[in-house]
């Protein structure tokens, strides 16, 4: 080695060389592989339950898929190939002894966020300064998944700072989409998306406080359920700003967190192939106490539903929609009204504002307390230049940019947040906080009570998918999903359809249509815009499905209609690993 190596460069390359090593399993290949990836978690349990399979067939087939996964995208952290067949072996043992299963998820191969404790293993999230610190205690979670009869395989990767709806650190590297590698998998639950897009894992755990659970489901063609604050417990999760109000956070990351920041929370919840594999994952987690002491005391309850649905859509918010989210939600739209639901279009109560709310708490201090913590000695990802330069501008500089930009150039959208990004004395951010409650009153004013909905459909953001590398030059298409955490709202994540260069293409309504953002001039206008049907050929296209705060199982209840809805086009467990 170099005398003159950086700390972080060698202890990041020990790293990675051990996970390395730990991938090099001797397991024997396995009969009929496909046929234990294509099957759901309640398919896995059934089949074990009637003697048919054995947790550790089960368990060796999707540690190899894992493997594959690993190769393809570079999704994996922590691996527990080990302890996971050892633990298939136990199951084994037990089952044969008494015929009675461990729980609901006896023998499923379950992957874990790398940011959630699992003892013995390190819970780095992409920080060197973390690196050789095992977790002593599981967190709240796994100790949950583990007593249902989960077996844990392994962890996955997460952005620095996981702040960022793409998935690259020093540490471990990038992650990339398993549709294109071109294209980022998303973040900062970004590890998990592309594992299970590629059946490397059957159900997977993430966290999502502006987008992170949602971002990645929707760019990998997978299912994901952002429940609302204090239904799931986030305690044993890493950082020493680890567990905030309301097991709290701010955007994609600060869930790695701020010592008492309550300004928006950041929750965990399920990712998986299906919405039955999500439903399974709810039921036994919603309510159930842990070490969280702001858990409200709601166990999973049965969705009254009514026979026919009322729901809300919209195509543009902040940003107008691309023409293959538009084609998304309408063809959402059309399945549901054709099984008798009905579909009214709404409009989102100035966006702009929640997003300025958003900006404007997250960014209190400057970003700096989730700097030091999720940065430390290493070298800044090129995704976080805006986040960490812009809020630490002096505010006179700071304030004479967003009037020129919206003076001169006209993006009053960029020039308010701009306007509201940076440190704030605690007076303002009260203020702020203040907006915040006063712009849940009035979504919820002027979208529910006024429309009478029972959902939401809405796009995830303007973009179907997103080139890697680009974060930093469009972080403001984060407003779709931060809204909803903005105003606490429980929202799913529904793959419709992939993208088609054809029905999908640039007309004169993107191209030509008169606008004053930045943003989205970059997006459809010009001679190459960010925007190319084309490149993005056969990639996912998903949706949110949004409900009422505390209504997570009506959630999933309407996230399962609409699944139903549109029938089959390619997506569950053996689509993408399967296919021939």
């Not at 890493?238 to 010592?259: E, M, N, R, W």
């Not at 490149?535 to 399962?560: C, D, F, T």
Request: contains cysteine; charged residues 20%; neutral net charge.
């Amino acid at each position: 080695m170099w005398p003159f190596t950086p700390q972080w460069q060698v202890l990041s390359e020990a790293k990675r060389a051990h996970r390395d090593n730990a991938l090099l399993t001797t397991l024997q290949s396995v009969e009929n592989k496909q046929e234990f990836l294509r099957a759901t978690t309640s398919q896995i349990v059934a089949n074990i339950d009637s003697g048919k399979w054995t947790a550790s067939q089960v368990v060796a087939a999707f540690i190899s898929q894992a493997i594959v996964a690993q190769k393809q995208t570079n999704c994996l952290t922590e691996i527990l190939f080990e302890d996971a067949l050892e633990q298939a072996q136990l199951l084994d043992a037990e089952f044969a002894a008494t015929k009675q299963l461990r729980g609901p998820l006896h023998g499923v191969p379950v992957s874990i966020k790398d940011q959630f404790h699992i003892a013995g293993y390190d819970s780095s999230i992409g920080n060197s300064d973390r690196l050789n610190k095992p977790a002593s205690q599981d967190a709240d979670l796994v100790a949950l998944l583990k007593s249902a009869g989960a077996i844990i395989i392994v962890k996955t990767n997460v952005p620095q700072t996981m702040f960022s709806f793409e998935c690259c650190n020093p540490v471990w590297g990038r992650t990339t989409n398993p549709y294109n590698s071109n294209y980022t998998c998303g973040g900062s639950s970004g590890g998990e998306a592309a594992l299970l897009a590629l059946d490397g894992s059957a159900l997977g755990v993430g966290s999502d406080i502006g987008g992170s659970l949602r971002y990645p489901a929707a760019f990998c063609g997978i299912y994901a359920l952002k429940p609302g604050p204090s239904r799931i417990s986030y305690a044993g999760t890493a950082g020493k700003f680890s567990q905030l109000h309301c097991d709290a956070a701010v955007y994609i990351l600060l869930q790695v967190t701020v010592p008492g920041y309550n300004g928006v929370a950041s929750v965990a919840g399920p990712m998986a192939r299906t919405i039955d594999d999500l439903e399974i994952f709810c039921r036994l987690a919603l309510g159930v106490p842990g070490r969280s002491l702001d858990l409200a005391p709601l166990l999973y309850r049965e969705p009254k539903m009514p026979s026919r649905l009322r729901f809300g859509y919209y195509t543009d918010a902040y940003y107008k929609g691309s023409p293959a989210v538009k084609r998304a939600v309408m063809e959402t739209v059309v399945a549901l009204r054709a099984q008798g639901h009905e579909c009214v279009e709404i409009e989102v109560p100035t966006p702009s504002e929640a997003f300025d709310v958003y900006v404007a708490i997250s960014s209190a201090d400057g970003y700096r307390t989730l700097l030091e913590g999720g940065v430390g000695n290493d070298p800044l990802d090129s995704s976080l230049l805006v986040i960490a330069n812009g809020p630490n501008f002096p505010r006179f500089l700071r304030n004479f940019v967003a009037w020129a930009m919206g003076f001169f150039l006209g993006d009053t959208k960029l020039s308010s947040a701009i306007y509201s990004a940076g440190t704030k004395p605690v007076a303002e951010l009260w203020k702020w906080l203040d907006r915040r409650d006063k712009y849940n009153t009035k979504f919820y004013a002027e979208v529910w009570d006024k429309h009478q909905l029972d959902g939401i459909i809405a796009p995830v953001q303007p973009m179907p998918q997103i080139v890697n590398d680009t974060f930093r030059k469009l972080f403001s298409l984060a407003s779709g999903s931060t809204l909803y955490n903005v105003v606490n709202s429980p929202a799913g994540c529904v793959p419709v359809t992939k993208v088609d260069a054809a029905k999908d293409a640039l007309t004169e309504e993107w191209t030509k249509a008169p606008t004053t953002s930045l943003v989205q001039r970059s997006l459809y206008q010009g001679r190459s815009p960010m925007y190319d049907p084309v490149k993005m050929a056969g990639m996912p296209i998903s949706i949110q499905v949004v409900g009422r705060k505390w209504e997570e199982e009506k959630v999933l209840a309407m996230m399962r209609v609409v699944d139903e809805a549109l029938g089959p086009r390619g997506f569950g467990p053996g689509s993408l690993s399967c296919r021939d």
